[in-house]
């Protein structure tokens, strides 16, 4: 339909070249050709009439038409194909819409499958994490079980450790062929940390993550159905704060499963942190998911508390995963009673008989667990620790609102005090040699002290406060 840019008047015949009514020249203000919807058959006819001459000004009057030449034709073509795809994309997007929406409102069908992507990620990197952890007695490669001696070149281990040590398992020592790189050749030792070529007794780091073409294909699927879900949702939530951390959560585990996973090695305190950052994205998308199922509104976000502690419960939750992946560990059962086990240590003196290791301390037998919290997770909770203080200093900034300056030594002596406690207690974890908590006499000293000083500070001040009163 041709509208007249004199009278207005819409003539039925879109291709009549004056107006029927006025008799202008329709020509000015026919609206330009889309050449990408129109297709080709406006381009062939430009094309045969463009050298037949004088009265083809209908298309060479207008600026927007390209010279005809291939080039043009093969522009038009791409255009063709990218109108195309935004049709797909419009029509994906009005699927979308049928999905999400119910008369113009969000439903809670966006966050639920959000959800539920986290829930199946939090399934699979556990999945992950279950394949990847040789029970106590899976064969390697090369022949080898988690529990037997292996003799290196210049002394005798045991892949696990020594029984109740509380050791992390040696994988490269149990199968050095599990990291060898099929796409080079020579066999590469991501865990000879020191260099020297061998595996060393304190290179323990675990068996780390790798995924097949099958598992990164299914990690990534996972995550673009989430993305869209994410992304769409957040077209609709009035304040962006309650998507942030679910963004961030998102791209911290899709980092380290999906694109460290398909490329290396994860090893356990990435994919702990992975963990950490699936099971803060359980809650994270829980939160939008329960507020529409509800029908209440997205306006008004958790604070950031909220997550720190959700963080603070996940690194906790997350150190049983860690703990599991740096496993199995070596353990003895069947204890000896007393009587058999003099029998045993008085053939031992006859000669006649050779104590194993667990029979030295009392066992019949060797076995692995598992999990072995002998060691300590103490990193773990340092991190912990780390975030209930910073979760504290924020809750105290908007909750503590200092008078004066009494208040406010009072105020600074206690939480010098609790800085004092919390640093000591991170240097001890980062400097023991297990990485185990442990509180020495001296720390104990210094603790007393810092408290100390807290409580006469605080009894002063308030002293203070109740002479004033009487004043
Ligand atoms: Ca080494």
């Not at 007393?338 to 240590?345: A, C, I, P, R």
Request: with cysteine; charged share 20%; aromatic share 8%.
């Amino acid at each position: 339909m041709a509208v007249c840019p004199v009278c207005s008047f819409e003539d039925e015949d879109a291709n009549a070249v004056v107006c029927s009514v006025c008799g202008s020249d329709l020509d000015a203000g026919k609206p330009p050709v889309d050449d990408s919807v129109e297709s080709s058959p406006a381009a062939d006819q430009t094309e045969e009439t463009a050298p037949a001459g004088g009265e083809s000004d209908e298309y060479s009057d207008e600026p927007e038409a390209p010279p005809v030449d291939e080039d043009a034709v093969g522009e038009q073509s791409s255009l063709l194909s990218q109108a195309a795809s935004l049709e797909a994309l419009t029509g994906f997007r009005d699927r979308l819409d049928e999905l999400f929406l119910d008369d113009g409102k969000l439903n809670y069908k966006a966050p639920a499958i959000m959800f539920a992507v986290s829930i199946l990620l939090l399934f699979s990197i556990i999945g992950l994490a279950v394949a990847t952890v040789p029970g106590g007695d899976q064969e390697s490669t090369d022949g080898y079980y988690p529990l037997n001696l292996i003799d290196t070149e210049n002394q005798t281990l045991r892949p696990t450790g020594e029984p109740f040590s509380g050791d992390t398992f040696n994988c490269e020592l149990w199968d050095i062929e599990l990291f060898d790189d099929p796409n080079t050749s020579q066999v590469e030792h991501p865990t000879d940390r020191n260099g020297n070529g061998e595996v060393d007794e304190e290179e323990r780091f675990g068996c780390p993550i790798r995924n097949s073409y099958q598992v990164t294909a299914f990690l990534i699927l996972l995550n673009i159905v989430f993305l869209v879900s994410a992304v769409y949702l957040s077209n609709y939530v009035p304040n962006k704060a309650i998507m942030n951390p679910i963004y961030l959560l998102w791209l911290a585990q899709f980092g380290i499963f999906t694109l460290h996973g398909a490329v290396g090695f994860v090893f356990a305190p990435e994919a702990t942190a992975g963990a950490v950052a699936i099971l803060g994205l359980v809650v994270a998308t829980s939160i939008p998911l329960f507020r529409l199922a509800l029908k209440r509104g997205l306006s008004n976000p958790p604070g950031k508390l909220f997550y720190i502690l959700v963080l603070v419960a996940a690194v906790l939750l997350a150190s049983l995963f860690n703990n599991f992946l740096l496993g199995p560990y070596a353990s003895c059962t069947d204890e000896y009673a007393t009587k058999d086990y003099q029998e045993l240590v008085q053939q031992v003196a006859d000669g006649n008989a050779e104590m194993s290791t667990c029979q030295g301390l009392g066992y019949r037998n060797i076995t692995t667990i598992p999990l072995d919290f002998t060691q300590g997770a103490g990193r773990i909770y340092w991190v912990a620790a780390t975030l209930l203080l910073l979760g504290a200093g924020m809750w105290g900034k908007d909750n503590i609102r200092i008078r004066d300056l009494d208040e406010a030594r009072f105020i600074t002596m206690i939480v010098s005090g609790l800085v004092l406690q919390y640093l000591i207690l991170a240097f001890n974890i980062l400097t023991s040699e297990d990485g185990s908590l442990s509180l020495g006499e001296e720390d104990t000293i210094l603790s007393v002290m810092a408290m100390g000083v807290s409580l006469v500070e605080s009894t002063h001040s308030t002293e203070n406060e109740v002479v004033r009163g009487v004043q």
